[in-house]
C-alpha cells in the first residue's frame, strides 16, 4: 500500500467533454506527477507539480493542464477529449524523507467513446 | 536524462532466479536506478533503488558493477505472481524531483 490514491477508478465520457482526475499524495510528498499510459505501452510523463508550481512538462498538447493544492494533493484536467486520450492515467508521489523514491497510485483507466 | 535499454520480454519458470540486466551507457554521475514492477491496470510498483554496488530488500537484490553502465535486478525463486513487467528507470538527484522516464520494460512470464 503505498498511500497514493486515485479518483475515480474507471470513468466514461465522450469525445469534446472535459475529465477531471484526483491524486492524494502520500503523506510527506510534496511532488506529484502524472503519466498517461495507453495499452502495451510505458508510462508517459505528462506534467510535475512541486510545492503547487508546475515544475516540468512533457509532450502533452496544453488542454492537458492540472493543480497542486496547500496540501499537495493534485488535479488533472483534460478538455476537449479525443478517443487517443482513452489510457491508464497514473500519479506519482515524491520529495519525501527519501527524496529519490517515488510512489505510484493505482491509476485511473479513463475511456473516450 | 540516460536512456535505458532492457530485453522485451524474458520466460522463467517457478523456482528459479530470475536476472534482468538493463543498460544505461550514458548514466551520469547524479543519476540513481530504481526498478518498479507492474500487473495490468495497475500502477507501477517500487522494487528497489541503487547508486552504487549492491543492494538487497526482501524481495529483490540490484547489482550495479563500478562503471554504473548496467544494472541487473534479481528476483530470487519467482513465483506465478511475479509475471509482470519491470521497468528499469534512471533518475537525477534534484530539488522538486526529475520526472522518471519510462521505456517499454521487461515483461515476464514465470511459467509452472
Known amino acids: 500500500e503505498t498511500g497514493v490514491t486515485q479518483s475515480p477508478t474507471h470513468l466514461i465520457k465522450t469525445r469534446g467533454q472535459q475529465v477531471t482526475l484526483r491524486c492524494s499524495s502520500q503523506?510527506?510528498?510534496?511532488?506529484v506527477s502524472w503519466y498517461q499510459q495507453a495499452l502495451g505501452q510505458g508510462p508517459q510523463f505528462i506534467f510535475q507539480?512541486?510545492?503547487?508550481?508546475?515544475?516540468g512538462r512533457g509532450n502533452f498538447p496544453p488542454r492537458f493542464s492540472g493543480l497542486q493544492f496547500p496540501n499537495y494533493s493534485s488535479e488533472l484536467n483534460v478538455n476537449a477529449l479525443e478517443l487517443d486520450d482513452s489510457a491508464l492515467y497514473l500519479c506519482?508521489?515524491?520529495?519525501?524523507?527519501?527524496?529519490?523514491?517515488?510512489?505510484f497510485g493505482q491509476g485511473t483507466r479513463l475511456t473516450v467513446v | 536524462l540516460a536512456k535505458t535499454t532492457q530485453p522485451i520480454s524474458m520466460d522463467s519458470y517457478e523456482g528459479q532466479e530470475v536476472n534482468i540486466t538493463c543498460s544505461h551507457n550514458?548514466?551520469?554521475?547524479?543519476?540513481?536506478i530504481t526498478w518498479y514492477q507492474q500487473f495490468p491496470s495497475q500502477g507501477p510498483r517500487f522494487i528497489i533503488q541503487?547508486?552504487?554496488t549492491k543492494v538487497t530488500n526482501e524481495v529483490a537484490s540490484l547489482f550495479i558493477p563500478a562503471d554504473r553502465k548496467s544494472s541487473t535486478l534479481s528476483l530470487p525463486r519467482v513465483s506465478l505472481s511475479d509475471t509482470a513487467v519491470y521497468y528499469c528507470?534512471?533518475?537525477?538527484?534534484?530539488?522538486?524531483?526529475?520526472?522518471?522516464?519510462f521505456g517499454k520494460g521487461t515483461r515476464l512470464s514465470v511459467i509452472a
Open positions: 503523506s510527506g510528498h510534496n511532488t
Open positions: 506519482a508521489s515524491s520529495g519525501g524523507r527519501v527524496r529519490t523514491e517515488a510512489f
Open positions: 550514458n548514466i551520469a554521475t547524479n543519476d540513481y
Open positions: 528507470l534512471v533518475g537525477r538527484l534534484l530539488p522538486g524531483n526529475t520526472p522518471l522516464v
Open positions: 541503487g547508486y552504487k
Open positions: 507539480y512541486y510545492r503547487e508550481e508546475e515544475n
